[in-house]
């Protein structure tokens, strides 16, 4: 029961630091970001958030088993629609659908590295929000392996019918 209580004062004392945050006029958004001018428009600016992308892309590649398995997977489709000359709209179900599993991925990870840095403890609300965000990429991969079946399970047919003849 005290833990209930102590939750419930946790989410109020939350509630009122947002509000202070959110009243006040101008927010302070921390010395490093201040310093940077990251809010200035410049050229350096466009090249800094292309670097920290692709920072962010070397991290999931190197450290998500599931990223690095969504590409094998995009390249054996490209290659199966080069092999099967597909259309130009097949072509642009394949590559947005797959897009979409590897953004919904990568959001995946930023939501995990963002849980795992706030909870240093298990809690049931981390867990609903790392396994909700696993949900979203497991959707997505579903979403493509049912599109991709449906461009590729055609041109499949004809060579399987011939194996079997």
């Known amino acids: 029961m005290a833990s ?9 004392n939350y509630k009122e630091k947002i509000k202070k945050i959110i009243e006040k006029e101008d927010v302070y958004r921390g010395e490093f ?36 398995l969504h590409i094998v997977i995009m390249a054996i489709v ?32 930023s939501i995990e590295a963002v849980v795992d840095m706030v909870t240093g403890d298990y809690h049931p609300l981390a867990k609903i929000a790392k396994d909700t965000a696993s949900a979203a990429t497991f959707v997505a991969s579903i979403i493509a392996a049912g599109m991709w079946l449906y461009v590729f399970v055609p041109r499949f047919l004809p060579l399987i019918s011939k194996l079997f003849k």
């Open 33 to 68: 970001v201040e310093s940077q001018q990251f809010k200035k428009l410049s050229l350096k600016r466009v090249f800094r958030s292309f670097k920290f992308s692709f920072e962010g892309l070397k991290y999931a590649y190197l450290h998500e088993q599931s990223l690095t």
């Open 78 to 109: 490209i290659g199966c629609g080069i092999g099967f000359g597909i259309s130009p709209l097949e072509w642009a179900i394949t590559l947005v659908i797959g897009a979409l599993v590897l953004v919904t991925e990568l959001f995946n990870t």
């Open 4 to 12: 209930k209580k102590n939750e419930k004062e946790n989410k109020t």
